[in-house]
């Protein structure tokens, strides 16, 4: 595997640049239905899908001089590939940015999502100076609502995801709810949080 560029490390994460050797990976993380319930129904992406729009995507973003992308999330000190984080440009509200991970199933309940959540987070505020951050999940998905809750993001709205976003599903299989936080908000969050 080629040398991996190393984004953040957290206590137990490391988050790197991913490479198209990634692949097999991904195709594992994307084919256990649990991982992927709150995504595609439990579809698993295809792995020509994966290979020729997916990692080749991701990888685009490096190019970016803003530190936005997806990164590959490997357990310290095994270097073990656990799942990916991303923090993007907002699918939806083009002046904030989403944070999403997706993790697989025996890195669950380990408060893993949480650390490398809240260090893309401390970044995406902290040295990019991004005003709000948001994050979305299937109203189902409560582990992940736990999620953004612990990272200090607060509930904003409920809504429908679009056909187009969510495909296959009803109307009411599509509802989901919107997280979010702005700089000072989670700044200020933060703050508190250290003076207890």
């Known amino acids: 595997m080629p040398q991996a560029t190393i984004f953040l490390t957290t206590k137990r994460l490391r988050l ?3 490479t198209l050797a990634d692949a097999d ?3 594992g993380l994307d084919s256990d239905p649990e991982v992927m319930r709150y995504i595609s129904y ?3 992406t295809p792995r020509e899908v994966i290979e020729q729009r997916v990692l080749p995507a991701w990888i685009k973003y490096y190019e970016s001089e803003q530190r936005i992308g997806f990164w590959a999330a490997d357990l310290l000190p095994s270097r073990q590939f656990v799942g990916w984080f991303h923090l993007r440009p907002d699918r939806f509200v083009a002046s904030e940015q989403e944070l999403g991970y997706r993790l697989r199933r025996d890195a669950w309940g380990k408060g893993l999502a949480t650390e490398g959540s809240i260090a893309l987070l ?3 505020f902290g040295v990019s100076k991004f005003e709000k951050i948001s994050a979305r999940t299937l109203v189902g998905n409560l582990a992940s609502q736990r999620v953004m809750q612990k990272c200090g993001l ?3 709205e409920d809504f429908v ?3 187009h976003i969510l495909r296959g599903g009803s109307e009411d299989s599509r509802r989901a709810v919107k997280y979010s ?3 000072d908000e989670w ?3 933060r703050e508190q949080e250290s003076n207890i």
């Open 16 to 18: 790197r640049q991913f």
């Open 25 to 27: 990976r991904i195709v």
């Open 42 to 44: 439990g579809a698993p």
């Open 122 to 124: 401390a970044d995406g």
């Open 154 to 156: 607060a509930l904003e």
């Open 161 to 163: 995801y679009p056909e």
């Open 181 to 183: 936080a702005t700089r």
């Open 187 to 189: 700044m200020a969050g």
